[in-house]
C-alpha cells in the first residue's frame, strides 16, 4: 500500500549536500506533477521544489539556486540535490506526486503522507 518512501537524509554541516531520493510507484511517478515538500517543527507544510512530466520546474525562493529537483524514470525515483545547506533548511522531507499540474501543489487538496526523511543541518 505505501506508494512513495523517502530516503537519503542525515546530519550535515552548514554549507554541505544532501541528495533526497523517493521511490513512488509506477502510477504516481507517471502523473502531470510531482514535488518535495519538507515542514519544520511549528511551521506549516512548504512546497520545495517541484516537476512536471514536461520538465517544468519550481523552486521555493529560499532554495533558488541550491537544490535541483529530478526524476529517474528508469527507478521510478524523484531526487532532489541539495547544496549549500543552511540551517533553515532543516526539516522534515517529503515527496508526493499525483498532481495535475505544480499550481496544485501550492495549495492542495494532497494526499496521504509518507514517512518522510529527516535533514539537520549543523550551525
Known amino acids: 500500500q505505501v506508494q512513495s518512501v523517502e530516503s537519503g537524509g542525515g546530519l550535515v554541516p552548514t554549507g554541505g549536500s544532501l541528495r533526497l531520493s523517493c521511490t513512488a510507484s509506477?502510477?504516481?511517478?507517471?502523473?502531470?506533477?510531482m514535488g518535495w515538500f519538507r515542514q519544520a517543527p511549528g511551521q506549516k507544510r512548504e512546497l520545495v521544489a517541484g516537476l512536471s512530466i514536461n520538465n517544468t520546474t519550481y523552486y521555493a525562493d529560499s532554495v533558488k539556486g541550491r537544490f535541483a529537483i529530478s526524476r529517474d524514470t528508469s527507478k521510478n525515483t524523484l531526487n532532489l540535490q541539495m547544496n549549500s545547506l543552511e540551517s533553515e533548511d532543516t526539516a522534515m522531507y517529503y515527496c508526493q506526486g499525483g498532481f495535475r499540474n505544480i499550481a496544485v501543489m501550492l495549495r492542495g487538496p494532497f494526499g496521504s503522507w509518507g514517512q518522510g526523511t529527516q535533514v539537520t543541518v549543523s550551525s
Open positions: 509506477t502510477r504516481i511517478f507517471s502523473s502531470n506533477a
